[in-house]
């Protein structure tokens, strides 16, 4: 069962991927604290990009609003979080990990369809499955 969770997580200092970095993506870190509990990124399961137009006009400008994985977690869930490209306009600055999603065992026993939406609605994608 994937449960909505949409809340800020914070990755664990000093352990972000800086091969990713230097490719002007966000350093994937190996673990996250969330609800003062720390778990571990035992697998990434895919990557992907999230865009969205700029402006009302159909011409608008896309840019790049999220980098999005799907990870097997040291609790035994799948996570689906995100990074935001930008800080956002109110609130803390620094908080630009989120978790979106857990899919309980329940769920996670069966392979997913990596053409299915993550349910960000935000848009264009380009979907990378690393498994």
């Known amino acids: 069962m994937q449960e909505l969770i949409s809340e800020p997580i914070t990755p ?3 352990t972000s991927d800086t091969s990713r970095m230097g490719r002007g993506e966000p350093g994937l870190p190996s673990g ?8 571990d990124v035992l697998e990434e399961l895919e990557a992907w990009k999230e865009s969205s137009r700029e402006g009302a006009r159909a011409g608008g400008e896309l840019y790049l609003r999220r980098h999005c994985f799907r990870l097997r977690m040291s609790d035994g869930m799948i996570w689906t979080v995100y990074c935001t ?3 956002p ?3 803390d600055p ?8 857990i899919e309980t065992n329940e769920t996670n026993e069966t392979t997913r369809n990596p053409k299915r939406d993550s349910g960000l609605g935000l848009g264009m994608r380009d979907r990378n ?3």
Request: glycine content about 8%; cysteine-free.
């Open 94 to 101: 620094k908080k630009r990990w989120f978790l979106y999603t």
């Open 32 to 39: 996250f604290v969330w609800r003062e509990t720390s778990r």
């Open 89 to 91: 306009r109110s609130g």
């Open 129 to 131: 499955p690393q498994s």
């Open 12 to 14: 664990h200092p000093g």
């Open 85 to 87: 490209r930008q800080a």
